[in-house]
T-cell receptor
Framework: KAGVTQTPRYLIKTRGQQVTLSCSPI?????VSWYQQTPGQGLQFLFE???????NKGNFPGRFSGRQFSNSRSEMNVSTLELGDSALYLC??????????????FGPGTRLLVL | EDQVTQSPEALRLQEGESSSLNCSYT??????LFWYRQDPGKGPEFLFT???AGEEKEKERLKATLTKKESFLHITAPKPEDSATYLC?????????????FGQGTELSVKP
């Protein structure tokens, strides 16, 4: 099976702009989670989607939003970018059903640089 | 509040020198504890899931164990290709949907 894919892999934006990142989960996986990784804070949970519904949300401002489509693909959006939003954004998918239902498999990430 | 602490922050080993990485956790009901390996510039690669105290899992030179308060990742006779950052994460039973709480990681360097 193909792994989790994320596009684009690299992005450079300026402060005040907005950005949309895309994630395609492993085939058959219905849950998609998003994380932000920075050297100072490590990996932090943004939100999780299942069946097009957000089930859980981390402690991030409302500028961070996401959605999931009927084919389980997901997008996250960051509006009014700030310098501190520079990070590696990781998407992870999990099967929800079966013996490994909780295990999350990560994509390669999107590296966002805000200037 | 769910919390994960990993130690040491960095570990340097000679090839063949076995050691252990520690992951201490606090969670209101454990759904699962997860170990990942992350190479620079890449996403975390799944290694193990542990569910209950006393459980052990092995894969090549790696063995993960779990108690009620901590988990260990034992590395036997490591090779240079084992160099990476090892991440530990927990998921609590009261967290519906995703939400892994990660530790800061242990950066492992294995010299030939």
């Amino acid at each position: 099976k193909a792994g989790v894919t994320q596009t684009p892999r690299y992005l450079i934006k300026t402060r005040g702009q907005q950005v949309t990142l895309s994630c395609s989960p492993i085939s058959g996986h219905r849950s998609v989670s998003w994380y932000q990784q920075t050297p100072g804070q490590g990996l932090q949970f943004l939100f999780e989607y299942f069946s097009e519904t957000q089930r859980n949300k981390g402690n991030f401002p409302g500028r961070f939003s996401g959605r999931q489509f009927s084919n389980s693909r997901s997008e996250m959006n960051v509006s009014t970018l700030e310098l501190g939003d520079s990070a590696l954004y990781l998407c992870a998918s999990s099967p929800i059903e079966g013996p490994t239902q909780e295990t999350q498999y990560f994509g390669p990430g999107t590296r966002l640089l805000v200037l | 509040e769910d919390q994960v602490t990993q130690s040491p922050e960095a570990l340097r080993l000679q090839e063949g020198e076995s050691s252990s990485l520690n992951c201490s956790y606090t969670v209101s009901g454990l759904r699962g504890l997860f170990w990942y390996r992350q190479d620079p510039g890449k996403g975390p690669e799944f290694l193990f899931t542990l569910y209950s105290a006393g459980e052990e899992k092995e894969k090549e030179r790696l063995k993960a164990t779990l108690t009620k308060k901590e988990s260990f990742l034992h590395i036997t006779a490591p090779k240079p290709e084992d160099s990476a950052t090892y991440l530990c994460a927990v998921q609590g039973i009261y967290n519906q949907g995703g939400k892994l709480i990660f530790g800061q990681g242990t950066e492992l360097s294995v010299k030939p």
